[in-house]
């Protein structure tokens, strides 16, 4: 079983629809991570969470540390946010762990 | 801020062939990272420096697998002799050292064996 588990795999929405992934893991950490990685391109670097939420333009996070989850929200999704979302935790020293990340499809 | 430079973005090697990878961390970043991204898989961790020393390798194909980080600054990874599964993305990222922060990443380096 991965340290990280995220769900779903792969996700198709139509623009407009709210989309939720969620990620799980099952060891301490000091800081959950959301990414995004385009095609061809580098990840991008979403979100750090520690505890609570936090939100940036239509992209909202949470975490809760007692459950061990934290989810990512996307409202009012557009083409555009077509990428794969990573979660990825941050446990002893600096060392990530990541999701096997979530492929999300946004069709006009 | 400049971000983390990786060359080249795209190389195709055959089998049995040697390849090398090169990283300019973001500066005055001291942990450095070289991950693999195999299709469909997120990135693991193939070794993390610290300044010019190893903090974990121990998922680092070693026989065939090498990297370096002499200075303190650019790190080289190298495979040689490659094999058809280690066609991957593979890359790299830096971080500071002494406070919780985002991992950077550099847009990395697709190697494809064939």
């Known amino acids: 079983k991965n340290e990280v588990e995220q769900s779903p795999q792969n996700l198709t929405a139509q623009e407009g629809e709210f989309i939720t992934i969620n990620c799980s893991y099952s060891?301490?950490?000091?800081?959950l991570h959301w990414l995004q990685q385009h095609p061809g391109g580098g990840i991008v670097s979403l979100f750090m969470l520690s505890s609570g939420k936090k939100k940036h333009g239509r992209l909202i996070a949470t975490i809760n540390i007692q459950e061990k989850h934290s989810s990512l929200h996307i409202t009012a999704s557009h083409p555009r946010d077509s990428a794969v979302y990573i979660c990825a935790v941050r446990t002893s020293g600096s060392r990530l762990t990541f999701g096997e990340g979530t492929q999300l499809t946004v069709n006009p | 801020e400049a971000g983390v430079a990786q060359s080249p973005r795209y190389k195709i090697i055959e089998k049995r062939q040697s390849v090398a990878f090169w990283c300019n961390p973001i500066s005055g970043h001291a942990t450095l990272y070289w991950y693999q991204q195999i299709l469909g898989q997120g990135p693991k961790l193939l070794i993390q420096?610290?300044?010019?020393?190893?903090?974990?390798d121990s998922q680092l194909p070693k026989d065939r697998f090498s990297a370096e980080r002499l200075k303190g600054v650019d790190s080289t990874l190298k495979i040689q002799p490659a094999k058809l599964e280690d066609s991957a993305v593979y890359l790299c990222?830096?971080?500071?050292?002494?406070?919780?922060?985002?991992?950077?990443f550099g847009q990395g380096t697709r190697l494809t064996v064939v």
């Open positions: 060891v301490g950490i000091s800081a």
């Open positions: 990222a830096s971080s500071l050292v002494f406070r919780v922060t985002e991992a950077f």
């Open positions: 420096f610290q300044n010019n020393g190893v903090v974990d």
